[in-house]
């Protein structure tokens, strides 16, 4: 079961390489195999090579540093070739000057490749040629982090399309390099992410880089750490930063831009309106720099994660970041750490937190804040409810700090990490910490690694930690604790059923592995257990060993660089066959048997790190029981009847990992349906249940809904397509007054009727947790309705409600619409099909003049025509906050189309408009279409299944060459001429997706689609199935496809092509 595999630095020769290599052959489990820092040479990675023709679960190989030279690179290539499983090639060793050659031949053929890493090798000048060549051919890197000098990856840049990060680390880059890579980023129109760390770039190449980030529109990550990027360089970046509208992260550390550069950055936060992420750490802005940041910060609004770590800040500085702080409402991640902010520093940013409201990381480790510092900290902890992660380590807090943060901790209710290492807090600060953990509900995570703290500190936390049960995560390493307080800890976390992650590096002599080992095998909760870098003797991991293989839950061992003498290996191997790791089994479709079956239940008994288990159309197994890790179950199309279920339902009252469990498509009656509700009453852990397309019936949701009752954790409920009706409903809604956890409720294709309906909304005036109810498909009437009209006056938690094909007519409707105006927590209503007609959209159209919360409406199917569209559209002229609208299937006509076109030239929130399947003839495209010259939100407009013909689809292409926001668009099923849309594609430079499926495009369309496809940059799925495209232009289609290289997906689907295409498209895509 093993999958991952890392036996790096190692010392491994080539004979271990070759043992390995012989193993890969056989295995079929082992995914991910790391081997860097060995000495395997070229014997040993000959041998892997071959391995990897006849393997097929390798995705991922890590062969750094390893001495591998050119020639058995190019057999690890032409090995890459056949294999079809590897995705992630690691290798940097010692190729030579045509050494790119190897790795070129692998990017051509190798069409999985997703990463390719070269590691930081300096490749010489006639090592990368071919590499870079075979960047604009290779279309699957879309991450390629290639390290090499002077290449030619400039070059490279402006033919990729599909490159959207680019990593050039560690070279020593010349200037007409520089700017070369600056050039080619004007042409490129997808790279999002640049990271040229440590290229010593001069002040030219710097403003270079500015110029191109004037001009440049997809470039959202920058990163030029480490650069030697001086004041004058971090100048012109500024500059360029008041004209860019994409950058949202920019890291500028470990440079030397000083006071005067960072405030020249601190000008441009005032105008950039786009920027998220600023890195300045290690770049000597002093307290200077830091004030002018701080002035940026009190008129910047996008700004939510800043770094002035190591930066010379003394308490100028921090005072000036601390006004800021009083003033901004943005920032949430704040590190300052490594700095001089002293004890008047921490008091500036202690006043700020106590009227911040947005911070919610913040890192002060290093800053001699001392024990008055702290007191200070302490008092602002007590008033702030918005920090969550708090890092106080090395400031030299003392006892007295330490005490004023425990009581702290008994007062604040948001903090739920806390670093204080290194702080000298000795035992009377750990007895205080301690005393606060048996008051606190909200810490999770606790370092107190070398502080001086001996037994009796140690003692209180254990204490501590029988009471606590929140803390998850807790840190002692490097402490003076002894074996026999270890013994106390021990204790401590058997009793507690929190913590899953314990780090202890203290002085455990030789044969004191038992407390440890007792952790081990009675904390069934640990996931990670870090002993640290101690050496145990032959006799202290024997108890450990054995722990393990009871052991039920721990998928992380950290048992780095501990010293295990020869003689006390032998129990390793067993711990390994016993210690799986794979997460997630999936035997779905494989028609186990039930012996097959019922050893999978025996193995799950003893599994110790399964988490799903998707069982699919194979029998079930009784092993919930015993197993201690399994949090998803899926048993769906088992043909699970009573039996079966009873099985399930029996072991979830002793089970108490699951949280999923999936029972639909079974044919569960009522008997099924009570044995899982008996189980939901005893169950504590499962939050998601899946009945749906069962035959539970009224019997079945009446024993659920008064399981619902009692049951404290389920939140989502699938009770669709189980013939309920009244009475169900009725026991549902009773429960749904009691019950406080649910938030997800589906009875889809139900029949609960009126009657019903009034049920479920009486108890949603007196619910306060549902938020996503579906009634869609259950003859719910206009009364029923109305009823539920009358809850959302009251209730203030739905926001997500499906009342789809039920028949709510013009009355249910407008009841309502009548609630929305009452009603500010809906976000999304469904009333598609419901038989709505004017006077029901005349009621959606006013309150949509009035509601501010409604983003999602569905009015599909409702006859409305074109008076009731001709009011939603002037609504929309109003309306600020809706953006999804669906009109399909409404028997709009021109008028109706031509007012929803004025609305758009005035609504700015709309994103994605469904017309669908009207009667939207060419004179209503047209209408369309001049809309679109002047609308810059809509991104998804749906016009397939209509009327609109070749006019106006010339209508709508024209407007694609103006448009600059649309990015899908489907024209299906319209008859339509392929040409107008094929030119509009030549300058359109936003739509992805295209269809144009069902529209009789013959050989003049396809020829022209295919000219367009040559320089197209941005389509990326493009339909043009059941057309009338014959071999001729399909071969034309083919042969632009291998020089479009931005296209991934294309439907050629039902156009009578012959075999003679298929196979020339086959070709195409190899060079695609």
Known sequence: MLQKFQAGRNRIS???AKAIADALKHNDTLTTFYLENNVISNEGAQAIADALKHNHTLTTLGLQYNQITSRVAQTIADALKANQTVTTIQESNQIAAKGGQPNDNTLQHKHNLATSHLGSKTTSSKGPDPVAKALPRKQAHTRGTLHFDHNRKSDALKHIHTLTTRGLKYNQIPIERAEAIADALK???????????????DYEETDALAFVLRQNHTLTSLNLVQNGIF??????????????????SLNLSDNEISAEGAEAIADALKHNGSLTTLGVEGSRISDEGAKAIADALKHNDTLTNLSLSNNHI????????????????TLTNLDLSNNQISVKGALAIAEALKQNDTLTNLDLSNNQISVEGALAIAEALKQNDTLTNFNLSNNYICVGGAQAIADALKHNDTLATLYLKRNQISNEGAQAIADALKHNDTLTTLYLESNLISNEGAQAIADALKDNHTLTTLGLQYNEIASRVAQTIADGLKANQTVTTFQKSNHVAAGEGEPNASILQHKQNVATFHLGSKGISSEGPDPIAEALRRSQAHTDLGLTEITISAENTQGIPEIIKRKHTTPTLDPEYNKTSHGEADAIGNALEIDDTLTNLNFGQNPRSDALRQNHTLTGLNLVENGTFREGVEVVADALKHNHTLTILNLSDNEISAEGAEAIAEALKHNDTLTTLGLQRNKISNEGAQAIADALKHNHTLIILNLSDNQISVEGAEAIAVALKHNDTLTNLNLNHNDIDVEGAEAIADALKHNNTLTNLNLSKNNIDCEGAQAISAALKQNDTLTNLNLS???????????????????????????SFGRVG????????????????????????????PEGVQVIADALKHNDTLTNLNLSNNNIDVEGVEAIAV??????????????????????????????????????LNLSDNQISVEGAEAIADALKHNGTLTNLNLSNNVISAEAIADALKHNHTLTILNLSDNQISVEGAEA????LKHNGTLTNLNLSNNEISDEAAEAIAGALKHNDTLTTLGLQCNQRTSRVAQTIADALKAN
Not at 321 to 328: F, P, S, V, Y
Request: aromatic content about 2%.
């Open 14 to 16: 080539k004979e271990g």
């Open 314 to 329: 003394s308490v100028e500085g921090a005072e000036a970041i601390g006004n800021a702080l009083k003033h901004n409402h």
């Open 838 to 865: 004017f006077e029901g959209a005349n009621a959606f159209a006013y309150v949509l003049r009035q509601n501010h919360t409604l983003t999602s409406l569905n009015l599909a199917g409702n006859g409305i025509f």
């Open 1009 to 1012: 689609i295919v000219d367009a």
């Open 903 to 940: 609305a758009l030239k005035h609504n700015g929130t709309l994103t994605n408009l469904n017309l669908s399947n009207n009667e939207i003839s060419a004179e209503a495209a047209e209408a369309i279409a001049d809309a679109l010259k002047h609308n810059h939100t809509l991104t998804i």
């Open 231 to 248: 004041c004058q360089g971090a100048q012109v970046i500024a500059d360029a930063m008041k004209h860019n509208h994409t950058l949202t």
């Open 805 to 831: 094909n039920n028949n709510i007519i013009d009355g249910g409707a407008q009841a309502i619409a009548d609630a929305l105006k009452h009603n500010d927590t809906l976000t999304a209503l469904d009333v």
């Open 187 to 201: 042409h490129n129109d997808t790279l999002s992410a640049l990271d040229v760390t440590c290229k010593k770039v």
